[in-house]
């Protein structure tokens, strides 16, 4: 079983700079696509940053140039860096991660989701 943990959400200020990071353990033989999502209230969850194990990112374009996701892969650690928060990144963060488990023989890729950590941004 693998676990994802997320950390280091709360409340800022509008033009404040949060950073998040997301944790994984457990059981598994490596981690290949982490990913950052968020849901806003009443909104549906949306895919905000993406990272492979060498480093290629994609950012959604309403973050883009705002937030800036990077991973320690001996840490088996994701973080996202957001910078300029506006009211409207308000929203559930969301840790993901696409996981090799099992033996070398017969491994299985899975996706695990964290709970989630809240992000407020107002004055």
């Known amino acids: 079983q693998v676990q994802l943990v997320e950390s280091g959400g709360g409340l800022v200020q509008p033009g404040g700079s949060l950073t998040l990071s997301c944790a994984a353990s457990g059981n598994f033989l490596s981690i290949v696509t982490m990913s950052w999502y968020r849901q806003a209230p009443g909104k549906e969850r949306e895919l905000a940053a993406t990272i492979t194990p060498s480093a290629i990112t994609v950012y959604a374009h309403s973050v883009k140039g705002r937030f800036t996701i990077s991973r320690d892969n001996a840490e088996n650690t994701v973080y996202l860096q957001m910078n300029t928060l506006e009211p409207e990144d308000t929203a559930i963060y969301y840790c993901?991660?696409?996981?090799?488990?099992?033996?070398?023989?017969?491994?299985?890729?899975?996706?695990?989701w964290g709970k989630g950590t809240l992000v407020t941004v107002s004055s």
């Open positions: 993901n991660a696409d996981v090799w488990t099992g033996g070398t023989v017969t491994a299985t890729l899975k996706n695990y």
